[in-house]
């Protein structure tokens, strides 16, 4: 299948595009790899987007696109493969588009994780994550430390980052509604999305996402 993830920040994308690839044996294929691939290969689009991000500008859709495309021309996403912070906004779903008739092929489904706005800024705003090791992550109502603001693995102290303050957290929101959310329109009009709500556990995601791709798929 060929599937493009959608959805706000903190929908648990990156979580579930690694369980779903999974399941249906097709590589995961996320924005951040491309361009961290790209970047520490030194390929020419890598030193493209190095120069943009260096100088604090954002990284042209060009850019953004060949390097998908690069991706996608690989043996292992011949058959398939799901789509993770691409395409970001409908002039980059138009070219994917191009791209895949050239190839002769479409997508599948866009698969729309939807989950309420207030449940996005409480699950990214509550975050906290430990300064002797970024891996160690807790959350305030989710996963709450045995000691409040004491990492549980190694004593570390516990912080918010910057980025998950409820202030970015919604200017971030509104990036999406503005850039993002109208390829969900766009896709519709293909007859191409399916949505479905991102509440509940990991699994519990995952198990309704597979069925409304199988569905989707019959």
Same mark, same amino acid.
Do not use: C, W
């Given at each position: 299948m060929r599937i493009v993830l959608v959805g706000p920040p903190g929908a648990g994308k990156g979580t579930q595009a690694a369980y779903l690839a999974k399941n249906l044996s097709i590589p995961h294929i996320s924005t951040g790899d491309l361009f961290r691939a790209n970047i520490s290969q030194g390929t020419d689009l890598g030193k493209r987007a190095r120069a943009f991000m260096?100088? !604090?500008?954002?990284?042209?859709?060009? @850019?953004?696109?060949?390097?998908?495309?690069?991706?996608?021309?690989?043996?292992?996403?011949?058959?398939?493969?799901? %789509?993770?912070?691409?395409?970001?906004? @409908? !002039?980059?779903?138009?070219?994917?588009?191009?791209?895949?008739r050239d190839e002769g092929v479409a997508l599948d489904a866009v698969l729309d994780l939807e989950v309420p706005e207030d449940e996005v800024v409480k699950r990214i705003a509550g975050r906290r994550i430990c300064r002797n090791d970024s891996a160690h992550v807790f959350h305030v109502t989710y996963n709450p430390p045995k000691t409040e603001g004491v990492c549980d693995v190694c004593g570390g102290?516990?912080?918010?980052?910057?980025?998950? &303050?409820?202030?970015?957290?919604? /200017?971030? %929101?509104?990036?999406?509604?503005?850039? /993002?959310?109208?390829?969900?329109?766009?896709?519709? /009009?293909?007859?191409?999305?399916?949505?479905? &709500?991102? %509440?509940?556990? @990991?699994?519990? @995601? /995952?198990?309704?996402?597979?069925?409304? %791709?199988?569905?989707s798929e019959g």
């Open positions: 260096d100088a !604090g500008q954002l990284v042209p859709d060009e @850019v953004t696109i060949g390097m998908a495309k690069d991706r996608m021309a690989q043996p292992d996403a011949v058959g398939g493969f799901l %789509l993770d912070g691409f395409p970001r906004n @409908v !002039g980059q779903a138009e070219a994917l588009d191009a791209m895949l102290e516990l912080y918010q980052r910057d980025d998950d &303050s409820e202030e970015t957290v919604r /200017t971030r %929101l509104e990036v999406y509604h503005t850039q /993002t959310e109208p390829i969900i329109d766009y896709y519709r /009009t293909q007859g191409l999305v399916v949505t479905i &709500s991102a %509440l509940g556990k @990991v699994t519990e @995601v /995952t198990d309704r996402a597979m069925e409304a %791709l199988e569905k």
